[in-house]
Nanobody
């Protein structure tokens, strides 16, 4: 069983940056595609970014393109989300997730149902 733990959230002013980490225990993540999602109060959970097992492919939500970067270090069993130029609309709980059935992103990596294991989330608050 794989267990995911996010860290790195916090309070930042608009225009600032934050780096999130997702560390795994129980199983190596190197075989799996990984994703980041977020959920703002009163809203549905939404896709942010995804990365293939070998980092050869990445995919971003339009809201993240040009500002966020997903990466991974399989040796450290960790996936990252670097967020720059943050906006108040980025305020949400951020979750990482593992797709245990796929190493490549395939079609529609933004679908929540593709991901089998989720972390508990880390709060990101962007003040105006």
């Amino acid at each position: 069983q794989v267990h995911l733990v996010e860290s790195g959230g916090g309070l930042v002013q608009a225009g600032g940056s934050l780096g999130l980490s997702c560390s795994a225990s129980g199983r190596t993540l190197s075989s799996y595609a990984m994703g980041w999602f977020r959920q703002a109060p009163g809203k549905e959970r939404e896709f942010v970014a995804a990365i293939s097992r070998g980092s050869g492919s990445t995919y971003y939500a339009d809201s993240a393109k040009g500002r966020f970067t997903i990466s991974r270090d399989n040796a450290k069993n960790t996936v990252y989300l670097q967020m720059n130029s943050l906006k108040p609309d980025d305020t949400a709980v951020y979750y990482c997730a593992a797709d245990l059935n796929r190493g490549q992103l395939g079609l529609r990596p933004q679908e929540l149902g593709k991901y089998d294991v989720w972390g508990q989330g880390t709060q990101v608050t962007v003040s105006s």
